[in-house]
């Protein structure tokens, strides 16, 4: 009895031993990471869905599974702070409906992990959204929740000031404090500051953020004052370079009321979408230093076939327009994280969740076109090779975490551990 307990023993201590220190290793790709002031080839190590090493070399017989990414560039997954997910109701010409995307088709084939809809729903539909939307995705899903608590289902809606309730709004907000990360007004045709008033009375009150779509220009609610006198510090502007606000005045200069809103503490987001990024706007705004705290889309039916297309396509404008590829790294992963006050995300620290990107650079003669189809060339293009959700390998262009065919059993059937394989799951025999 004593010698099979001490075989037993043996085996067992054996077996611990052999089990490797990691699920999966990145070897030799150049890590971008904002937060830790990292841009340099590392290896990076994962374990258990979190990020387990950074460093200059890491032994590929640690880990379960190596994957060369060589040439390659590896960030944080990347985080769009501005799109349209709630579909699947059905309603027609609405956010909350034949207007919005689901998100993991779109997000996950482009290196974006985690986005926030930006005010699809407002507190009277949050719940259905949350049910059919967000809990469902592998994409992890945040939101701005609407003043308008009908949500964004057009103008019969959004102009309706009786529904724009910062009390309930609030009180739906610190329910599901965890995944709605602010306040959202938009498209509001009226003179009124109502739906701005609103929207930061809820978001005081939550202690979040509020996000503007100023909706119509008005000589009654200048720019100037929605950013200098309206908006708190840590209050988002999007579509900054939209040029239907008065982003710059008329010889060409940004508006002093946006350096002076940023001064404050305001934050200006891309928020590309269909109708909301102009050139004539970008080019001379960046050529002042005029740049944007966050790059986010505006993704819906619209703007994903016209000329935003996806969150790499907008990245590439910026890279197009002279920003580094670290600034603009920075500007889709660690800067959008911390505006929505999730820090946890957008980093590559020992820690914290495996959320990662691995992008090529293309080079060659490319073009790029804004909300009116006007043209811009650039010489980079970025492709997503490599998307890892906690720790899962969620997309694969060209199957870089894959075995080659030839070196499979005649019956394969599994080419992949389900310890960080998420590709192909695992058979029931």
């Known amino acids: 009895m004593i010698s099979m ?8 201590t054996f077996g611990l031993a052999a089990q490797p220190r990691y699920d999966l290793l990145l070897q030799g790709g150049r890590v971008i990471d904002a937060k830790n002031n990292l841009s340099a080839v590392r290896d990076v190590a994962i374990k258990n869905g979190a990020v387990a090493a950074v460093a200059p070399h890491i032994d590929a017989a640690d880990a379960l599974k190596a994957v060369n990414v060589a040439g390659l560039i590896v960030t944080p997954g990347l985080v769009d702070i501005h799109v349209h997910v709630f579909a699947g109701t059905g309603e027609r010409n609405s956010y909350a409906g034949d207007n919005s995307v689901y998100p993991d088709p779109m997000m996950l084939r482009v290196g974006v992990t985690t986005v926030a809809d930006a005010g699809c ?38 102009n309706n000031l009786e529904d ?13 404090r965890d995944v709605i990360v602010g306040f959202k007004t938009a498209h509001y045709a009226g003179p009124e500051w109502t739906p701005v008033e609103r929207a930061v009375e809820a978001g005081t009150a939550a202690n979040i953020p509020v996000m503007v779509d100023f909706g119509t220009d008005h000589p009654e609610r200048p720019i100037s004052d929605l950013l200098t006198k309206k908006l708190r510090p840590g209050d988002i502007y999007t579509h900054c370079y939209s040029g239907l606000r008065h982003e710059l005045t008329d010889d060409g200069k940004v508006n002093p009321g946006m350096i002076e809103g940023r001064a404050r503490g305001v934050i200006f987001d891309v928020g590309h979408g269909g109708g909301s990024f102009a050139w004539r706007i970008a080019v001379p705004a960046i050529k002042q230093h005029f740049l944007p705290d966050s790059i986010s889309t505006d993704l819906h039916v619209g703007s994903m076939n016209a000329g935003m297309k996806d969150m790499l396509n907008v990245m590439d404008k910026f890279l197009a327009m002279g920003l580094t590829l670290d600034e603009v790294i920075a500007r889709s992963t660690w800067n959008p994280a911390r505006e929505i006050k999730h820090e946890e995300l957008g980093n590559l620290s020992v820690g914290s969740t495996a959320d990662i990107a691995v992008l090529r650079v293309e080079r060659g003669d490319f073009g790029f076109t804004d909300m009116y189809g006007a043209r811009l060339k650039g010489r980079e293009k970025l492709t997503c090779e490599l998307t890892l959700r906690a720790g899962k390998v969620v997309y694969d262009l060209n199957g870089i975490t894959r075995p080659d065919w030839t070196t499979l059993p005649a019956k394969y059937t599994q080419t992949g551990d389900p310890a960080w394989d998420a590709v192909t799951p695992a058979r029931r025999r």
């Open 5 to 12: 307990r001490y075989t037993s023993l043996v085996l067992l």
């Open 121 to 158: 729903a407002g507190w009277r539909n949050f719940e259905e959204f949350k049910e059919k939307i967000i809990d469902r995705s592998k994409t992890r899903v945040f939101a701005f929740l609407n003043i308008v608590g009908a949500g964004m289902r057009g103008a019969r809606f959004e």
């Open 164 to 176: 724009m309730q910062s009390a309930p709004a609030a009180e739906m907000a610190k329910k599901y």
